[in-house]
């Protein structure tokens, strides 16, 4: 329907109802693309990041590059129909990217040249780091607390990695299963340092530190290899341990605090990972049944013990520590443990 343009007074068909193609083409383009770029490329090899990865590229010079990153960031105007990046070309520190689109209701494809500034930094990537030094110069070596991981371990282990990982991927040349636990390689010891110290802190592990002389460079530069023992402790969230002389729950791990509540108590403690691994210690628990309350009294609590043998105890209401709600009828679990009973419910 041909009306009159508001903006140039012309007699057209109008786009959004107000404007020409032409004249929403001055005002929107074909939409809005980013105001600069910002390129990460390997020095080696060329491949760029994108997207949160390493992407190998295509052909010669940023052109790849810089199509998708700016793809990635071009918002469509509203009324456009379809658009594409159809050509870049690169001029000093400026990219002018060609876009082709149609406008809805138009007749014919549209070309918008956007004049982006970017700048390129130098990073070399993971497998041109390990092609590079040929060995890796840090290992993180993650054990369980009897030495090798456990099933339990690895478990916890596996949920934390990639919260641990978070923005050191790049420098992460293999993440390798061994016998022993996992083998985490960087090609730096910063970021072994740092993938070691989000696992103290997520998982309550201790670090250790060693090195190892590698090689040493014509110029006299000694370079070392850094290995990083971490260690998981033998509590994890929901644990019992014993906290002086008494039984305890790990409440919770986080930021490199453990928190630990004594059963039958509300005060929640919170430990630096140093002091959990000196105060905390490993029960051995004397006696552990399922069992159902079969009466209470003020002074007393009748038990019975369920499989595999079924017997009353009659417990004197002073000699246990209670966690949770005791009632009758109720299935909970007895601890004996330090000369006292804990029951559980
Ligand atoms: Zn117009
Ligand atoms: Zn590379």
Redesign the pocket.
């Known amino acids: 329907m041909a009306l009159t343009c508001v903006r140039c007074g012309r007699e057209a068909p109008l786009v959004d109802g107000r404007l020409c193609a032409e004249c929403y083409l001055d005002v929107y383009g074909l939409g809005r693309g980013p105001d600069s770029i910002e390129l990460i490329v ?6 760029f990041r994108y997207g949160g990865r ?1 992407v190998e590229a295509a052909g010669e010079g940023y052109r790849e590059a810089l199509a998708l990153l700016f793809q990635a960031r071009f918002r469509p105007a509203e009324h456009v129909a379809y658009y594409r990046v159809e050509e870049v070309r690169i001029r000093e520190d400026e990219a002018l990217v060609h876009v082709i689109g149609k406008l809805r209701g138009d007749t014919v494809e549209r070309a918008v040249t956007y004049a982006v500034r970017f700048t390129v930094k130098h990073r ?2 993971p ?3 390990r092609k590079a030094s040929g060995a890796p110069l840090a290992i993180v070596q993650v054990r369980g607390y009897g030495g090798r991981l456990d099933e339990e371990e690895e478990k916890l282990l596996e949920a934390a990695i990639p919260a641990a990982l978070r923005g050191v991927e790049d420098h992460v040349i293999a993440l390798e299963k061994v016998k022993e636990g996992y083998d985490v390689k960087t090609t730096d010891h910063a970021a072994a340092r740092l993938l070691a110290s989000r696992l103290k802190s997520l998982l309550a592990a201790t670090v250790k530190e060693s090195f190892k002389l590698i090689t040493q460079r014509r110029n006299g530069t000694r370079v070392y290899r850094l290995t990083v023992s971490v260690r998981l402790p033998f509590f994890s969230e929901g644990s019992i341990v014993e906290y002086q002389g008494s039984l305890a729950r790990i409440e919770e791990i986080s930021s490199g605090r453990v928190v630990v509540r004594k059963l039958g108590s509300t005060r929640r403690r919170a430990l630096t990972v140093e002091d959990s691994w000196r105060l905390l210690k490993k029960p051995s628990i004397e006696e552990d049944y399922n069992v159902i309350v079969t009466s209470i009294s003020p002074n007393w609590i009748q038990i019975q013990t369920l499989e595999p043998s079924y017997n009353y105890l009659e417990l004197r209401v002073e000699e246990i520590v209670k966690e949770g709600e005791v009632r009758e009828g109720k299935y909970c679990k007895l601890l004996a443990y330090n000369g006292r009973y804990y029951l559980l419910c």
């Open positions: 390997c020095p080696r090899c060329g491949s390493w070399v990537c497998s041109c780091a």
